[in-house]
């Protein structure tokens, strides 16, 4: 007690609490950095009731301009540089519970208003958030250390430093094998190249695996699974009886642009806007079915121009959810609540897909024409003809007419019935019954083709001008013959101009007045012009041709094609989403916080494309490589790939993916495989993935890639490598979606008579990604694997683990099948012991010997299973199969051994 | 006396109509209803999270029991949907006025400004198809095409005025079960697995049967995770093949031999873990041990050769086959066992009139037999077993049917038949905290609109919620950088309908 | 670095409730070692003053800091914060002041008399900002601020005064945080007749005879997300059956003293009146029944055991610690099981058993979980036995005994548990005339013997078909 008496003592302790207390009053002194600072207090606290969503008070503090402007009150809240005068803080410090904000919460926290109110002091700017700004070259962290491979890594290796971690050790050679020949093929090593690699101690061994396998075919079909989602690519429409859609070659045309290294710009450039290039292919035209894979609604009575409208809406979601990373589509009702986007922008960016020529319809139009190769010298030859004997236009014209049928009008179009109605998607007439076609422009259209079906003896169709009792300007005597179901038909019209409404009436003196059934279904209109080049020589021909290739069967594809001008939508602004509430009209237009259009970019799709592909654009290089590191890594730079916006979670090394992404587009002209070989040689890349306890504490989801990268393989990923482990993966590409085996009873579609139809012979083992894939009945594993539904885009798998995954693995009959090839395989080249053969089956999968504990288990299993099927010749046959060698209840156990092997953690899982 | 004079107002509207004799066709476009008044809902919903609230999901053990937000009085639910919309006025919804107007053109004030699914021109009304009675003490009223149900009536809440803005069954049954008429949001059911969890980790958390030959309109979407991860998707179980898919071993295997391979495969995988230390093979291991589980405990519990004759005379059962009645006895057993939400649907009452099954006074009544004895068995097993209280059992469909009769094409249909009607229609809920024999909501005399205490289907799932024990506003999960929930921005309670 | 530091205020603030405590008990520990060293037989006393003081009065010092930094950071009643803030630096000043006259060794007894009073003041106020003001005198109404349905059964309900017996209670419980003697909200105050009648910044708030012209029932009446809406939506609401009664009572002339039977009474009402007199409806819906006192946490190493015999264990709800165990994914149910309930039994509400080999014997460890309310014990193998034992779980309200070997003598024991409320007795040897007399036993519970059947009818079998037509 005696030193308490010490008046030192006391005086210092008092000096001591006040000098602590003086520190918590103390002002910062730093500048104040909006982001990191301002922007989080202003999204928690403020933004619900003054952002893009609601401005209560006239007040919003989401854009420079709305926070500085007046609000109700009649004046400014916030005075740059007066924090005293600023009725934002004075509101923020009030006593008043009436007064303060935010309104019925919580105040501020002292530390909060200091932030705002030295904010305000120095100017009150609003910063912008990373990922809105332009991609700049990074300056490289200078380290140096045995580790680093290559500037991955010295970024990475910072980080590490900052956080006081060191990285692991490179994984044994089998494991980076098999880790680096997954993530860029989807499948195992070949035994050949694997073997090779193994053997080879040169220090290019590694390189020359990576350039093998990104060199290979299984890259493209890999890399094109991951689109799929994106893309939300199914081979079904969508909605109840979820019809069948022919759309597989987008697939197809995926798996070669990868492979074919396609640059990342053009690749989203053709997928956006291949239609609207010059002279464009059916490849390029196939590209543009990326934004055809929305759903299609045929369910009866459903208003088509509500499921168009979802469609157009869902492009313009896709393309910043998939493409840029952020969640554009909160900004459909309202202002973005926390991201500088306005309502209005959103309706801009919309109308660069509103005049798309597709509308719902069941037959899916527009739809790409594929001639045979015949037809296809035959359409060459008319085109050349055309442009030789009227003009280059004309040539072009008549090649998009009879690539694509387009521009007709669909008979949805039709109204004001009379004795008839809209069927489906076709416009229906009864005998004496009569519909109008509204608008049709007139002006220089010659010729009114028509595509329809009339039952019974035909008929005539009368075409009147303007009204049932307007001038009757054709009368057209329909074909009668049931065959072909849907007959073309094509006439001349009188010369008017201006725009017109028609109205078709239809008559069959034959079918007896008050009968029901329908007398003729319109499916769709053209007006044009006569054929060109009259009197040319071979006009006769080429005529002939152009009917012919009108008619010609051929396999079809949906894709985009632009409305021309007579039947263009005008775009507004949905008031509060609401499609039915129609606000101002808006333009094509990009959001104003980020890069301008290019200047040369025309004001369509293919503009936006330019703009999606300029090196100024911020997004999209970013979205693209974030997403091959998650691929790569199990977790992106910024773990949310979908929204890299003030609210997604920010990145763990924002500089390298920034340097990543500057690489991307310049040293590396936008190539993925490039990227995609920086990456994997990193030094981060190739760690081994044990993790000691400690950094497993600190780091359990590997932000820091202190370690190597163990995830659980993707569905597509599980299924390939167990069909490639038991010899019997097909090498076929490309073509037609497959049906592999699926239990009874999974499609049960209303309406619908679709069944699932096994594949026969190699299709039964294809790659996963050639898997049929219906909508609302997907393939079982790859759900139960965390496959989505693809309705909409997908942009990240969450991945999980269940019983229903080890059922799917352990029971599922394709596992049992690829069990039985898989231990077949094993007693062909594994020798002659059990033990031998367990051995081999295991190096085949992992390229590595197996660990005594691991063989002894496997014997133990193998052990029981043959004392049980040697004394049970029944169930040796049931489990077995068609195995024979060495003997049936060998063989099962060998079986039971191999579908054990199929499902090791460490096989499921990338090591 | 007011609804005299509106009876007669409309019989007049009614006549004068068909004097005017024309065949006037009415195609009136874009009601004030469809995909865009939803649009703005389930899109400002998507936007509009509370960034406080964490997330419930551990991908270690995602199907953990987790408590309630508050003690909720159902711990299970069983959710009757009838796929493809009954009529509501032939079982439910007694309006005597209706049939006055049989027969008579549809006045054009009831077609002014509405969009049909199938109806074109002006149709006829079709007067109730069905006898009612006021039934229990409650006074509920039913019609004879449920004379079982009509004994438990004072069990149930009836919602009279249910109404929704889809008239297309696909949309309409998945803004009923995900809250958003266009596919891509999770379930009712995967919410409630997402925020409860299961109390029996040997059987799947939320189970779906279908029956009546053809899944919902919707397909598996209606009982998918959306964004949510995909554990919490909806286990289809069937009555035909596994039960629930690749639950059975191979053929040849026997549950010893299945028990020796799962020893080895774990044996490995505890290998794996020493040399790794990565947390994942430990669940691994851990879903390893339970899929062994689960493949006798699902088939246990699908059987029910073993329930008592009684039973099944009471449910109308027959073991083998694929019912209606099968699925309710079913549900209940999974109920029993701790399954937190069964999800049923049963498909084909879609009564166009378009044949006489489709006939609102044929195949109808056909279709109630096949419901009628279950549901109420159902309930009357429940209540005996001491688990209605905490079951909160739900019928309902995605929308109801017009007082017209349809014509479709303009055309008179060959039998009674009833277009798709969004308005206003019937559901009815019973059990966990349920106020039976009351009766909410009034609809106007010919059931074509709402009078008062409009139910929509948001307030359905968020009273749900709540007796679960959730705040249906607070039950969010994060996706795309923003926090979703079950009932987008709107959902109330509906708090008379409980104890 | 700065942030840091301002952070720190933040949390430093956060520990003044649990600060203020140490001035208090220390201070008051001083005061009583001087009054008690006056004594001499307590004289060896003097020698830890000193000590007793300075470590009081650095506490005080630092309760002071910590609670202006909490004062910053969250809201609280201006006028109660002024007050208790000033009397605390005083009383931080006074400890000083008598920390260095015991130094001087001054005569103290005086100051610390002050100082004692100061503390309790202080302490007072401190409580009634956290607490509310009546926090002291109020006994244990701890219902009335919880909300929900509230209501103790009322005797006599008609002969009572409208206002005092019916109205005041629901104004007390639901308005006067905000509209009585503290904070007068908009001017408005709903503590006495006179501030009722006087209305506040927008007017009268009632209009005698005229709910629907009085501000106060509109505002009550407002949808809940409007701004308008009272009680504001944060707060606990009026139940249905309070804005029942306040409507009536102003319809009925808002009186302050007319007894309830001189008032016109609906239909509606009397309903009401019937609630509020029996309290049968409120406690048969009930069946979320958990304690209303609180408890501690489980030990995590209890509930870890059990969960790894596949035994379910879950929290009732977020926010409370009473568990709720199911068995019913147990594998190979052994007696031992049940002993692991033991280390829960405070949490233990809600247990179920259903369809284990559960015997007599075991029942020995289920009794000694008092706290349970709800027992599924449902196709055991339980016997009258058993079930007499069952007697000792005073609390239970939901007893499942379907399926088990109890007879109608044996339940009949069960009849002095008298919070029970429902009993099921499906698949039992009871005989329906048993049942009868079981009811009779159990007056206020529901006793369900099952047996249900669903009669066979004509129309059952019947098909419905379409008329032939020729």
């Known amino acids: ?911 | ?499 | 670095m700065v942030v840091l530091a301002l952070n720190a205020t933040e949390f430093i603030g956060r520990f003044h409730p649990i600060l203020v405590h140490l001035p208090i008990g220390i201070l008051i520990l001083a005061v009583l070692f001087i009054g008690l060293s006056l004594k001499e037989r307590f004289s060896y006393l003097k020698d830890a003053i000193g000590i007793t003081l300075f470590l009081g009065m650095l506490s005080a010092i630092a309760s002071c800091i910590s609670g202006y930094l909490l004062s910053q950071s969250e809201s609280y009643d201006p006028g109660l914060i002024f007050k208790h803030q000033w009397f605390a630096i005083a009383l931080a000043a006074t400890s000083i002041v008598l920390y260095v006259l015991h130094l001087k060794q001054k005569q103290t007894t005086w100051i610390a008399g002050l100082m004692a009073v100061l503390l309790l003041i202080t302490g007072h106020l401190g409580g009634s900002i956290t607490h509310g003001a009546d926090f002291l005198f109020k006994g244990s109404s701890a219902a009335t601020s919880r909300g929900g349905q509230e209501h103790k059964p009322i005797a006599n309900i008609q002969d009572g005064a409208a206002y005092a017996t019916l109205i005041q209670p629901i104004f007390e419980s639901k308005c006067i945080a905000c509209h009585g003697l503290e904070k007068q909200k908009a001017k408005l105050r709903l503590d006495d007749p006179a501030s009722i009648l006087k209305g506040g910044e927008g007017g009268a708030a009632i209009v005698a005879g005229q709910a629907e012209q009085s501000n106060l029932m509109n505002r009550i009446l407002l949808a809940k997300d409007n701004k308008d809406h009272m009680p504001p939506s944060e707060k606990p609401q009026l139940t249905k059956e309070e804005i029942d009664l306040v409507e009536w009572w102003i319809n009925g002339g808002a009186s302050f003293d007319r007894k309830v039977s001189e008032i016109q009474q609906t239909e509606k009402i009397k309903q009401v009146f019937k609630n509020l007199t029996s309290d049968q409806s409120n406690e048969e819906i009930s069946l979320v029944d958990i304690p209303e006192t609180s408890v501690s946490k489980a030990s995590e190493s209890a509930v870890q055991k059990l969960r790894e015999r596949g035994i379910t264990v879950v929290p009732v709800a977020q926010n409370s610690n009473y568990l709720l165990v199911n068995y019913v994914a147990i594998e190979a149910f052994s007696a031992k099981d049940l002993t692991l309930l033991k280390a829960i039994s405070d949490q233990l509400i809600w247990l179920k058993l259903p369809n284990i080999s559960l015997t007599d014997d075991d029942v020995d460890d289920l009794v000694q979980l008092t706290n349970l309310t709800r027992l599924y014990v449902q196709k055991t193998n339980l016997t009258d036995q058993g079930i007499a034992k069952l007697t000792k779980l005073s609390n239970l309200q939901y007893l499942n005994l379907s399926g088990t070997k109890a007879t109608a003598k044996g339940v009949a024991s069960l009849s002095i548990l008298k919070n029970l409320r429902h009993l099921y007795l499906y698949q039992t040897t009871i005989t329906e005339d048993e049942l009868k007399k079981l009811r009779m036993e159990f007056p206020k519970t529901n006793v369900d013997g099952g047996g249900y059947q669903v009669p066979k009818i004509e129309w059952d079998t019947a098909v419905s078909r379409a008329p032939i037509v020729k």
């Open chain 1, 1 to 911: 007690m005696h030193f308490l008496s010490s008046k030192k003592l006391f005086v210092s302790v008092l000096l001591l609490v006040g000098a602590v207390t003086y520190l918590f009053f103390q002002k910062p002194l730093e500048k104040i950095d909006y982001s990191a600072q301002v922007k989080p207090i202003l999204n928690k606290n403020c933004i619900s009731c003054h952002g893009g969503v609601k401005q209560k008070g006239g007040f919003s503090v989401l854009f420079r301009e709305d926070a500085l402007a007046n609000t109700k009150a009649g004046k400014p809240a916030i005075i740059p540089g007066s924090p005293q005068t600023s009725e934002f803080i004075k509101r923020i410090t009030s006593k008043d519970p009436e007064e303060r904000m935010p309104y019925k919460h919580a105040p501020l926290s002292k530390q909060d208003i200091q932030i705002l109110t030295q904010w305000i002091k120095e100017g009150a700017q609003w910063g912008e958030h990373w990922a809105y700004t332009e991609i700049k070259p990074e300056k490289i962290p200078d380290y140096s250390s045995g580790w680093i491979k290559n500037e991955i890594d010295q970024f990475v290796y910072q980080k590490l430093k900052q956080e006081n971690l060191s990285p692991s050790d490179e994984a044994d050679k089998s494991i980076l094998m098999r880790r680096v020949s997954l993530d860029l093929t989807g499948l195992p090593p070949a035994q050949l190249a694997a073997t090779r690699f193994l053997a080879d101690d040169s220090p290019k061994a590694y390189e020359n695996l990576v350039d093998d396998l990104l060199a290979s075919p299984g890259y493209g079909e890999r890399w094109a699974s991951l689109w799929l989602d994106l893309a939300r690519y199914a081979d079904t429409k969508g909605y109840e009886k979820d019809g069948s859609r022919n759309i597989w070659r987008y697939r197809d045309w995926l798996i070669r642009a990868f492979n074919s290294d396609m640059p990342y710009s053009d690749f989203i450039k053709e997928q956006i806007a291949g239609d609207l290039m010059p002279n464009p292919d059916d490849a390029k035209y196939i590209a543009t079915s990326f934004n055809r894979n929305t759903m299609t609604n045929d369910e009866g009575g459903t208003d088509d121009e509500e499921f168009r409208t979802a469609a157009v809406m869902d492009r313009t979601n896709t393309t910043w959810s998939a493409l840029m990373g952020t969640t554009f589509n909160c900004v459909q009702c309202h202002s973005h609540p926390y991201d500088p986007f306005k309502h209005e922008e959103y309706y801009k960016f919309l109308s660069f897909f509103n005049n798309s020529r597709d509308e719902d319809v069941d037959l899916e139009y527009p739809l790409l024409r594929q001639y045979n190769a015949a037809d296809s010298l035959k359409l060459n030859t008319l085109v050349d003809w055309i442009k030789t004997n009227a003009s280059p236009e004309d040539g072009k014209k008549y090649y998009t007419f009879l690539k694509t049928w387009q521009p007709t009008i669909n008979s949805l179009q039709c109204d004001k019935y009379i004795n008839g109605a809209q069927l489906g998607c076709t416009a229906g007439l009864r005998n004496l019954g009569s519909c109008r076609l509204k608008n049709v422009v007139l002006d220089q259209k010659e010729q009114l083709t028509l595509r329809y079906n009339a039952k019974l003896n035909a008929g005539n169709l009368y075409i009147y001008l303007d009204s049932l009792k307007g001038k009757l300007i054709k009368t057209v005597a329909l074909k009668s013959n049931q065959t072909p179901f849907w007959k073309l038909q094509t006439i001349d019209l009188p010369a008017i101009s201006g725009t017109h409404n028609l109205f078709f009436k239809f008559h069959n003196p034959a079918i007896p007045a008050l009968d029901e059934t329908t007398g003729v279904r319109f499916d769709w209109f053209a007006f044009g012009t006569k054929f060109p080049g009259k009197g040319k020589p071979g006009y006769d021909d080429a005529m002939k041709s152009f009917s012919d290739l009108m008619e010609a069967p051929v396999e079809t594809i949906p894709v985009m094609v632009e409305n021309n001008k007579d039947q263009f939508r005008t775009s507004h602004v949905f008031e509060r989403g609401n499609r039915l509430v129609e606000g101002a009209v808006v333009t094509p237009g990009v959001p104003h916080i980020l890069n301008p259009m290019p200047a040369d970019a025309p004001k369509n799709r293919l503009g936006m494309a330019m703009w999606l592909t300029d090196e100024k654009n911020p997004l999209v290089a970013r979205t693209m490589v974030n997403r091959l590191w998650e691929q790569l890594f199990g977790y992106g730079i910024a773990e949310t790939l979908e929204d890299l916006g003030t609210q997604g979670i920010a990145p763990t090394h924002r500089a390298l993916l920034d340097h990543l992404s500057w690489k991307f587009i310049h040293d590396y002209q936008w190539s993925l495989k490039k990227v995609l070989k920086e990456i994997v040689l990193s030094a981060t890349y190739r760690q081994e993935s044990k993790v000691a306890d400690g950094l497993l504490k600190k780091d359990p989801m590997n932000k820091f890639f202190a370690r190597g990268p163990r995830v659980r393989l993707s569905a597509e990923q599980i299924r390939d490598q167990s069909l490639a482990v038991s010899n019997v993966l097909s090498s076929k590409m490309y073509g037609k979606s497959v049906m592999p085996y699926q239990p009874e009873g999974i499609w049960r579609s209303p309406y619908s008579g679709d069944v699932w139809k096994e594949s026969q012979g190699e299709d039964q083992f294809r790659r996963a990604i050639y898997t049929y894939w219906k909508r609302t009945a997907p393939y079982p594993s790859m759900i139960t694997f965390d496959g989505g539904a693809r309705e909409v885009c997908i942009t990240r798998r969450i991945r999980t683990d269940t019983p229903l995954q080890a059922l799917t693995t352990l029971n599922d009959s394709t596992y049992l099948v690829m069990a039985r090839y898989f231990a077949s395989r094993i007693v062909e080249v594994g020798g002659t012991e059990v033990n031998q053969q367990i051995a081999k089956g295991y190096e085949l999968m992992m390229y590595k010997p197996i660990s005594k504990v691991r063989l002894n288990a496997l014997m133990e299993l193998y052990n029981t299973s043959y004392a049980k099927f040697r004394n049970d010749p029944k169930a040796s046959e049931l489990m077995a199969g068609h195995l024979e060698k060495p003997d049936k209840p060998k063989a099962a156990s060998l079986v039971m051994v191999a579908s054990a092997l199929l499902n090791l953690d460490e096989w499921l899982n990338k090591n």
């Open chain 2, 1 to 499: 006396m007011r609804d005299d004079n509106q009876t007669r107002r409309l019989i007049k509207e009614a006549e004068q109509a068909r004097l005017q004799q024309y065949t006037r066709r009415h195609f009136l476009k874009d009601g004030a209803m469809g995909f865009g008044a939803l649009a703005l809902g389930s899109l400002l919903g998507n936007c509009w999270g509370n960034s406080g609230s964490k997330k419930l999901f551990d991908a270690a053990n995602p199907l953990a029991a987790r408590p309630p937000m508050f003690p909720g009085k159902a711990k299970s639910v069983i959710y009757l949907h009838m796929a493809g919309a009954p009529s509501q006025l032939e079982l439910f919804s007694y309006k005597p006025e209706l049939a006055k107007l049989d027969g008579l053109d549809c006045p054009p004030s009831l077609l002014e400004g509405k969009k049909f699914a199938f109806i074109r021109g002006v149709p006829k009304m079709l007067g109730p198809q069905a006898v009612f009675k006021q039934r229990g003490e409650s006074g509920l009223w039913l019609s004879d095409n449920l004379p079982h149900l009509a004994t438990v009536a004072d069990d149930i809440a009836m919602l009279n005025a249910v109404t929704t803005e889809q008239f297309n069954h696909a949309p309409a049954q998945l803004l009923m079960h995900t809250g958003s008429a266009r596919l891509g949001r999770p379930s009712i059911g995967s919410w409630v697995t997402y925020g409860m969890g299961t109390e029996n980790n040997n059987l799947p958390g939320f189970v779906v049967l279908t029956s009546g030959g053809n899944n919902p309109d919707a397909g598996k979407s209606v009982w998918g995770s959306g964004f949510l991860p995909s554990v919490y998707q909806g286990v289809q179980c069937r009555s035909e093949g596994d039960p629930v898919l690749f639950i059975k071993d191979p053929k040849g295997m026997d549950r010893d031999l299945r028990r020796a391979s799962i020893d080895a495969i774990n044996k490995v995988n505890q290998e794996q873990y020493s040399e790794y230390n990565d947390p994942e093979t430990l669940s691994r291991i851990a879903q390893y041990e339970m899929a062994y589980k689960m493949q006798i405990s699902v088939p246990d519990v699908m059987n029910i050769n073993d329930e008592p004759q009684y039973i099944h005379d009471m449910y109308g059962t027959q073991p083998g086959k694929t019912s209606f009645a099968n699925n309710v006895l079913l549900a209940r057993k999974l109920v029993e066992k701790g399954v937190r939400f069964v999800q049923l649907y049963d498909w084909g009452w879609d009564t166009h009139g378009d044949s006489a099954g489709n006939a609102v006074d044929i195949g109808l009544i056909n279709k109630c037999r096949k419901v009628d004895r279950p549901i109420t068995a159902l309930l009357l097993d429940l209540k005996q077993r001491g688990l209605l209280d905490e079951t909160l059992v739900i019928w309902g469909t995605e929308f109801g049917r017009t007082p017209m009769q349809e014509n479709r094409e303009g055309k008179k249909m060959p039998f009674k038949g009833r277009d798709h009607h969004a308005a206003a229609f019937n559901m009815w809920m019973a059990g966990g905290g349920i106020k039976g024999g009351t009766s909410y909501g009034v609809t106007d005399e010919i059931g074509y609109n709402i009078v008062s205490g409009k139910t929509e289907a948001y307030d359905i799932q968020a009273t749900i919620l709540n007796q679960l024990g959730f705040d249906h506003e607070k039950l969010t999960y994060e996706s795309q950088g923003r926090n979703f929930r079950l009932t987008d921005l709107s959902g109330k309670v509906i708090k008379d309908i409980l104890t």
